[in-house]
């Protein structure tokens, strides 16, 4: 079983930069498509990046789209994410998650029926303006 754990959170100003590393433990994260979300207070969590076994594709938000990121080193077993452009809306607590399908780090945040694998235990963002 993969477990995640989230660093690289803190405080920046509105628009600066900041980058999140996500580490996994066990042998078999390199079967794992990673994504990373983010939940605000009072909100729903939701979707911004995900990444592929390989890191070969990436798919994001529309609301994050040329902004972030996503990266990963399966060597390392480690995920990253790049943030530019941060805005003081985005406060939040950013989280990895994992699971062996793409698919599911797409939907999970819009099918109540649905979970990944194994979620990390998140890392806070605050954007001061």
């Known amino acids: 079983q993969v477990q995640l754990v989230e660093s690289g959170g803190g405080l920046v100003q509105a628009g600066g930069s900041l980058r999140l590393s996500c580490a996994a433990s066990?042998?078999?994260?390199?079967?794992?498509?990673v994504g990373w979300f983010r939940q605000a207070p009072g909100k729903e969590r939701e979707f911004l990046a995900a990444?592929?076994?390989?890191?070969?594709?990436?798919y994001y938000a529309d609301s994050v789209k040329g902004r972030f990121t996503i990266s990963r080193d399966n060597a390392k077993r480690m995920v990253y994410l790049q943030m530019n452009s941060l805005k003081p809306d985005e406060t939040a607590v950013y989280y990895c998650?994992?699971?062996?399908?793409?698919?599911?780090?797409?939907?999970?945040?819009?099918?109540?029926?649905?979970?990944?694998?194994?979620w990390g235990q998140g890392t806070l963002v605050t954007v001061s303006s």
């Open positions: 998650g994992a699971d062996l399908t793409f698919h599911s780090l797409v939907i999970v945040t819009t099918d109540k029926d649905k979970d990944l694998e194994v």
């Open positions: 066990g042998r078999t994260f390199s079967n794992y498509a």
């Open positions: 990444i592929n076994r390989g890191g070969g594709s990436q």
